[in-house]
């Protein structure tokens, strides 16, 4: 590691995510048909605790805008699992014409 904070948020990511997967796959996991997932973690951070120095402030940063991610992607997620499937096929069908479009049309 280089010491800069991107390097120190993606250990914490690393790191974090091990945790999930040891749990994911622990016998109390499957026996309770559980699992965990690091997006959610990211959600229910309430802050961070550290001395003035400006490595410490961006980390705090850095670490905000996980959680702003995560948040978004939960509601997004809660939002199509919320909403028929006749109110999210049109929006479904136009992201998936333009992903076809971007990639040369349909022939390619």
């Known amino acids: 590691m280089d010491g800069s904070s991107e390097e120190a948020v993606k250990e914490w990511d690393y790191q974090l995510q091990n945790f999930f997967n040891v749990f994911n796959e622990s016998p109390l996991s499957k026996k309770r048909n559980m699992w965990a997932r690091l997006v959610e973690l990211y959600v229910k951070f309430a802050g961070m605790h550290a ?7 961006k980390n705090f940063v850095l670490m905000e805008e996980k959680k702003i991610a ?3 992607q939960i509601l997004g997620e809660k939002r199509i699992m919320d909403n028929p499937v006749d109110q999210l096929m049109p929006h479904f069908l136009t992201a998936n014409q333009a992903m076809i479009e971007k990639l040369g049309g349909q022939d390619a």
């Open 70 to 72: 995560a948040t978004e």
């Open 51 to 57: 001395d003035h120095c400006a490595k410490e402030k």
